[in-house]
């Protein structure tokens, strides 16, 4: 059973171009979790996801940031118009309907130059 | 507010003692609780969770649960310095499953 996967693992982006990311759950999970992680700081809470559903985005910042979890595919994380803040890793994590482990992704690492 | 409270360190500990990583939680009602481990660099993985008051073992590693006291502590027996990671700690406490998340404790194991 495969993990969590996301990808790309690393992405190098201008100030000002956009960003995506992706994510697929583990196999059988329905919810999807996204954080950012800045360098020597703690895991930040983004948005929550279910299939189709945002069931919270309370970390989400107001601009520029969006998120989806289509009914097929994988869940995607969207950033227009990135800046230097953005830089940071971005982590992805899996839960089952009835479980409240969490799983986590590799990480994608974003550089906004 | 909800919150899950971690001393950030660094906790220092010598090869092959206890190191004891503590954690409190503000609501009376959370239920479930996980450590998490994170190395430099890498993503979160699951060490353990523990649902009910007392201990639960798994190898070097044990969880102790207090809900009365609302804190929650990891111990790692015969500590190594490949136990040199974050310790986060994260707690759900709605229905919603989601989790809240401790900044985490650095832990440095010195041979």
């Known amino acids: 059973n495969a993990g969590v996967m996301q990808n790309p693992r690393h992405l190098v982006r201008r100030r000002g171009q956009e960003a995506r990311l992706r994510c697929s759950p583990m196999?059988?999970?329905?919810?999807v979790y996204w954080y950012r992680q800045l360098p020597e700081e703690g895991l930040k809470f983004m948005v929550y996801?279910?299939?189709?559903?945002?069931?919270?985005e309370s970390g989400m910042p107001k601009e520029r940031f969006s998120a989806e979890f289509p009914k097929e595919g994988p869940s995607i994380l969207r950033i227009q118009q990135v800046v230097r803040g953005d830089s940071a890793a971005y982590f992805c994590?899996?839960?089952?309907?009835?479980?409240?482990?969490?799983?986590f992704g590799p990480g994608t690492r974003l550089l906004v130059l | 507010q909800k919150e899950v409270e971690q001393n950030s360190g660094p906790l220092s500990v010598p090869e092959g003692a206890i190191a004891s990583l503590n954690c409190t939680y503000s609501?009376?009602?959370?239920?479930?609780f996980f450590w998490y481990r994170q190395y430099s660099g890498k993503s979160p993985e699951l060490i353990m969770s523990?649902?009910s008051n007392g201990d639960k073992e798994d190898g070097r590693f044990t969880a102790q649960l207090n809900k009365a006291s609302q804190y929650v502590s990891l111990l790692i027996r015969d500590s190594q310095p490949s136990d040199s990671a974050t310790y986060l700690c994260a707690v759900v406490m709605d229905s919603n499953y989601q989790l809240i998340w401790g900044a985490g404790t650095k832990l440095i194991i010195k041979p």
């Open positions: 196999k059988g999970h329905s919810h």
């Open positions: 609501d009376r009602v959370s239920q479930s």
């Open positions: 994590a899996s839960s089952p309907e009835t479980e409240e482990t969490q799983y």
């Open positions: 996801l279910q299939k189709e559903n945002i069931i919270d």
């Open positions: 523990i649902y």
